[in-house]
């Protein structure tokens, strides 16, 4: 009886894990191969006597794999990978009907600053109100000083001004000094922390001086248009794919889109009645309608009649084409453009999807575009921002230069 419960009760969770690959678009061949590995992972629990769920890990999961390979005379590098694919899928859509499932990584032992990152964490967000964002690149600073201070063998109370100083007189030694500014604003913000919590007695954060820089004293790299337009070329738009990457990059080269904002619209934002695109600012959350450019419009229909999965649930408007078919983050979209950048022998250090938006605000400006509607688009709160885009339309500029003596 007690086998036939748990054959009925796997065979329930089996039937709904399916649908759940189906309603994600898992291909039914890439769903036939999976539930192979998964019966097969099924029969070696079953011999050790262990329940499968309960012990759905990546660890245990490459001990069945190696155990299989050695016994099929496999590969087992291959067999570890096929594993790992099919049965975190298993555990993801597992935790989707509502099982428990376990970790597919246990989390690792607690770091060595964790409790005071923690406070830190904490008091930013509680009492400063800064994001999440801000916070970890925060983090990167304060563990960098706070390893220096364990090298040393110095606790946190004993922090005098004169270890703040010797320990940015070494890191100036391998840094710039715009980076080093950086690094002394982080800091400041960690000592007025300690100061607030009781760790320090005195406020030191008022005398942490940081180097002289001039705000905007290099130019930004801006790629030339006829690169851009070199670029939108370049990219295949016979395949789905292609279809994708054209619409992403020529939303950032025509409206100056950054990276965040692209990969941000929902299939709503799109209003094909009124011919209008809506874009909500990720950093100041303002929303700004735009009007849908003809040749935008055509990539977009493109985009979502022949390219764009039509199984996935995600309503975001460009979603990854490989299962499941969900967003993706500004990283993945960066290696696209780079990768489209060689191609065509733009230098890839000075390419990103923020250099098309430089490239977008820096041609408007040379066209004598009114500083105050490209600062709209742009979404700047205030019109000067824009002022470093004047800087890079050097043609513009020569028409405004006065003649030497």
């Known amino acids: 009886m007690g086998t036939l ?89 597992a935790a989707l009907t509502g099982l428990r499932v376990p970790d597919w990584v246990p989390p690792g032992k607690p770091g060595p600053f964790d409790a005071e990152l923690a406070l830190y964490y904490e008091f930013g967000r509680r009492w400063r109100g800064v994001k999440s964002s801000t916070l970890d690149r925060e983090s990167e600073v304060i563990t960098r000083f706070l390893k220096w201070l364990r090298q040393r063998r110095q606790t946190l109370s004993s922090i005098t001004l004169t270890t703040v100083d010797e320990f940015l007189i070494e890191l100036a030694h391998t840094s710039a000094a715009v980076t080093l500014a950086g690094v002394c604003s982080r800091l400041r913000s960690f000592l007025r922390f300690l100061h607030a919590t009781d760790v320090l007695s005195i406020d030191l954060s008022s005398c942490v001086a940081a180097p002289l820089t001039r705000r905007h004293a290099r130019l930004p790299p801006v790629v030339p248009w006829r690169d851009v337009c070199r670029l939108l070329r370049a990219i295949d738009r016979r395949t789905a794919l292609g279809k994708r990457d054209y619409a992403m990059t020529l939303l950032m080269a025509a409206y100056g889109m950054g990276g965040a904002e692209v990969l941000a619209l929902r299939l709503d934002d799109i209003n094909w009645v009124s011919g209008t695109l809506r874009v909500v600012r990720p950093k100041t959350g303002v929303e700004t309608i735009l009007p849908l450019l003809g040749q935008v419009g055509r990539a977009l229909a493109s985009y979502l009649r022949n390219g764009r999965p039509c199984r996935g649930s995600s309503r975001a ?47 408007q400006i040379a066209t004598a575009a009114p500083p105050k509607v490209v600062s709209d688009i742009l979404g700047h709160d205030d019109p000067r921002s824009i002022s470093v885009y004047a800087r890079v339309a050097t043609e513009r500029l020569r028409e405004v230069c006065l003649p030497l003596p």
């Open 5 to 93: 419960q748990a054959q009925s009760k796997h065979g329930r969770l089996r039937a709904n894990i399916v649908q759940v690959w189906r309603d994600r678009g898992y291909a039914e061949a890439t769903i036939a191969n999976y539930l192979k590995c998964v019966e097969r992972y099924r029969s070696y629990c079953l011999r050790l006597g262990v329940e499968e769920i309960g012990c759905l890990t990546r660890r245990s999961v490459e001990r069945f794999a190696r155990a299989y390979a050695r016994r099929r005379g496999r590969d087992a590098d291959q067999c570890i990978e096929e594993a790992r694919s099919s049965l975190h899928a298993w555990a993801r859509a």
């Open 317 to 363: 408007l460009f979603v990854r084409h490989s299962v499941p078919h969900v967003s993706f983050g500004v990283d993945a979209l960066r290696v696209r453009m780079q990768r489209y950048a060689a191609t065509v022998g733009v230098p890839i250090r000075f390419f990103s999807p923020h250099a098309l938006r430089r490239s977008h605000a820096s041609r």
